[in-house]
């Protein structure tokens, strides 16, 4: 146990990683450590295996849209088996790519659930291992739901529904209307199953402005998919023709029955600090499992930080990144903190992204707010793409005109919301939007336009 | 007075609200002293200056 | 002729409709004029119906991809008739869409060929119509090539190239490796035929960055499409297996014929001036036909404007729009320059898209030049749409930070570019780029990569 390592990094998801690797780059001894698969949840069981799943369903998908420019196509189907390993060779490219980084960047990585037995030593394997700083990015793991217990069989958790690898069933329940449950909501639905999407809450994506919320739910409800707002799961029996789902409107207490096939519990997330011996060192747990930091992404026990899932929401990989970023070069000595614009993707076709500030929320904050708007509908490219169904809706301080959120249903919102993010960080302003010459014929004109529209001289659509 | 920066091809750095209204207002951009990082002009610079301006002629 | 307009826009492409419209918004009586079709090239046989037509493409060529996801699919087609009746519907919505908007802005249209017959005075279908102001947007038309007269059916332009109700040639040459001849050459080659393509200088897209023009070459050829650079066309023999063309390699001499059943030419388009009674009322037209403006976009005459492609290359929609919006600001008594970024693309698949200087333009402009890529093949959202040809490449100012221009291969290139459109506008450095937080898994994360590696502190990628 002669090693002290500069920075010992715990898990190796998108957040661990990244701190690992940058704290490499600043030239310190680095370790990570990684309880089951390098690449975390988002690179095994999250972010990646879903979107290659979302791809392959919209090009089904598309396959069948084509009809309207003249595609004709038999017999389209999807080989399962196929589909599955081609998932698992992104995913194992991607997390192979992740130890060859470390490999090149000189970041050791051990293998072991890691544990703090003293301030500055963890026991990974039963070997004791010391270092100065320690990064803690050990993630989150999905929320259980009383009566609705994960089998992984019959019901499912998100990892269980990537496990596709027989059939898709005929009829399925997701019960959370948020990113996860409607992103496999659309792929079940596109791969042949009825499905029905459940929200406890008034609006699927319930902290996301409404009118774009609103409008995704009924693009997707157009597409096939049921969605029931203000609903609860409350029990499941499991009987000859299916699962036998009561559900409950929270507002009238009504109850009904729907059968189902599979069940997918998709209602967030918790934290995993559980067995870390965060309290052996001191280092503080609120009420929900997240371990508090300052904006250093520094825990209440100096030299310890603690990023990404396990300290605080939107439980989001980019997110860990920058904090894995700034802990890094904190943990390097250096002066990082985290006071960046988070942006925010559901990537459905059409997708929903936002970054900044809602309506609400800025009227909240004090703003006297101005709204731009610009339909696909009025998109020459989104017609070329056949694929009009969407709103661009941008936010502005009607006193200094800072732009201060973007709200987008849209084909390639997620890349679309990047230059929004650019805005708002580098203080931009509508005008600045409206004036920057943006290529036709683009889905991003639709940004130019939408800024125009705020100041009433968009040229697409009436100003009203 | 200090002058705004410019890129080594003589375009100042300022954002596109920050020109239009220098020109509404009659301003040379060259002239505007930047506030932003890396000397850019914001419109906040064009307001004060025009400002400054104005209560220099008066 | 009691009527004097506060502002007449002769030709109702993007250029003159936006100045038409905006001119209308700020308060002016205005006629605009068109001879042939409102919208102009680029809604009627332009930037539109291609795109269409590329999409289309797209569609088709990615059922036979999809086989690398187990996407398995019978007898893919496409039916040319409803191909055809759906671009031709996006056109009528478009163009329909700029009637209307004239009507609700309340801009007048008059068909018919415009001329000046004094000052102030247009002729148009023997009317006499006055004005205080007038802007000209009377846009451009093909280059012809001598040895390769165009007669729209074996021998076609763009617009030949559009129609393809009855089926796509077997055989192919397309003459010129623009944005034009690229776009044509993918869907001809996706829709079926033998497609070559010829360029006249070393590389397709010959003022492009070379790295990323060649890499999209080394793309198209992998797809199947010979490219031959260097190469001219001498002559066509029209014979019984199909139109004998010499080519020559216009370094060495060396001449070789090949047999195709179709030729595109594609060799640039010339500025549309002529007919328009300028000598008349003394507006300067240059040696190569394009009538030089200020940066207010006004002509040596004052009051009179000229915006699009007949004031100066690139001949591209956007930057007609913009130029409309300036010219009819300042006809209508503001101050507007143009001094804006124009991002220019191709919309192949991957598209190319690229806004600011080269490496090579920023060296001779006597910049000290720093260069950040990233290749999409290290990109895991570019491996969910199985898309991973592709690369960013940012240029950036070693001395300031400044961005000076960004050069993608990439899918959605078209939309990632706004980003950097809006970056070089606010003058944002590559740190700013680097340090704003890009959703994950997304194309536009590979923006930011570059950035940091131009910094060499990427993540995903070895800095070297
Ligand atoms: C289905 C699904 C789809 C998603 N899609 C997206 C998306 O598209 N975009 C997005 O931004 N986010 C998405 N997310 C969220 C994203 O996956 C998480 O925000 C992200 O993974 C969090 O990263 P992290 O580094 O904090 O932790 P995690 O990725 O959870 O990684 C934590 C790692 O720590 C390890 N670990 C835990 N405890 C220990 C220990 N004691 N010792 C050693 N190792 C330990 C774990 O084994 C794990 O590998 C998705 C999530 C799911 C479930
Ligand atoms: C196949 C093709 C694809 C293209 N794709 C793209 C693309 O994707 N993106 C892009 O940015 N650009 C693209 N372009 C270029 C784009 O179409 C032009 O840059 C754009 O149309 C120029 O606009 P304009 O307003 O200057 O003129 P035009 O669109 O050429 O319109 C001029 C109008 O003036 C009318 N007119 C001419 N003379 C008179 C007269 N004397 N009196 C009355 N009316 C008159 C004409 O009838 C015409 O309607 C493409 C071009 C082609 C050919």
């Known amino acids: 146990m002669s090693t002290v390592y500069d920075v010992i990094v715990i898990g190796t998801g998108p957040g661990g990683y990244h701190a690992a690797i940058r704290a490499a780059q600043l030239g310190k001894r680095v370790l990570a450590v990684e309880a089951e698969y390098v690449g975390g949840v988002c690179l095994n069981v999250g972010c990646i295996p879903t979107k290659a799943l979302l791809h392959a369903a919209e090009e089904l998908e598309g396959v069948k849209h084509g009809a309207s420019f003249g595609l004709e196509v038999k017999d389209a189907k999807i080989d399962l088996k196929k589909l599955g390993s081609w998932r698992d060779g992104i995913v194992k490219r991607l997390t192979g790519g992740v130890s060859q980084l470390f490999k090149g960047n000189k970041v050791e990585l051990k293998t072991g659930f890691a544990k703090f037995v003293g301030p500055k030593t963890i026991e990974v394997a039963g070997e004791r291992i010391e270092g100065k700083t320690f990064i803690i990015a050990t993630g989150s793991e999905p929320n259980t739901l009383p009566g609705f217990e994960v089998d992984q069989k019959d019901i499912v958790d998100s990892t269980g529904a990537l496990r596709v690898e027989d059939k898709f069933p005929k009829r399925m329940l997701c019960i959370g209307g948020g990113a996860i449950g409607l992103e496999f909501a659309q792929v079940y639905k596109r791969m042949g199953a009825e499905v029905t999407v459940i929200e406890f809450m008034g609006q699927i994506l319930p902290a996301a402005d409404p009118e774009t919320a609103g409008l995704l739910a009924k693009i997707l409800t157009k597409q096939g998919i049921a969605i029931k707002t203000h609903t609860k799961g409350v029990k499941v029996e499991r009987k000859k023709d299916g699962l036998h789902v009561t559900l409950e409107d929270v507002k009238t207490g009504k109850q009904e029955v729907i059968v189902v096939d599979k069940i997918l519990v998709a209602t967030g997330r918790r934290p995993r600090g559980k067995g870390l011996g965060l309290e052996a060192i001191g280092v503080k747990v609120d009420e929900r499992g997240y371990i508090p930091t300052n904006e250093k992404m520094e825990t209440n026990v100096p030299g310890i930080y603690a990023i990404g899932d396990v300290t605080r929401p939107p439980l989001l990989a980019h997110k860990a990144m920058k904090e894995g970023l700034v802990a890094a070069e904190n943990a390097a000595g250096g002066n990082a903190v985290m006071d960046y614009q988070i942006p925010n993707v559901v990537y459905t076709s059409p997708e929903w992204a936002a970054v900044g500030l809602t309506e609400e929320e800025a009227t909240q904050a004090g703003y006297k707010v101005k709204v731009g708007k610009f339909p696909l509908s009025a998109s020459g490219r989104a017609m070329t793409l056949d694929a009009t169904d969407g709103l661009i809706k941008l936010i502005g301080d009607a006193e200094t005109d800072l732009l201060l959120g973007a709200h987008l249903v849209a084909p390639s919102a997620s890349d679309l919301i990047a230059e929004m993010a650019l805005a708002i960080e580098m203080g931009a302003t509508v005008t600045d939007i409206g004036l920057t010459v943006h290529a036709h014929p683009t889905l991003s004109e639709g940004i130019m336009e939408a800024a125009e529209n705020l100041h009433k001289q968009a040229i697409h659509i009436a100003n009203r | ?58």
């Open chain 2, 1 to 58: 007075p200090p002058r705004a920066a410019t890129n080594p091809y003589g375009r100042v750095i300022a954002v596109p609200a920050a020109r239009k209204l220098a020109r509404e207002l009659g301003l040379d951009i060259a002239q505007i002293p930047g506030s932003g990082p890396g000397g850019r002009v914001r419109v906040e610079d064009v307001r004060s200056y025009a400002e400054h301006q104005g209560s220099r002629v008066e």
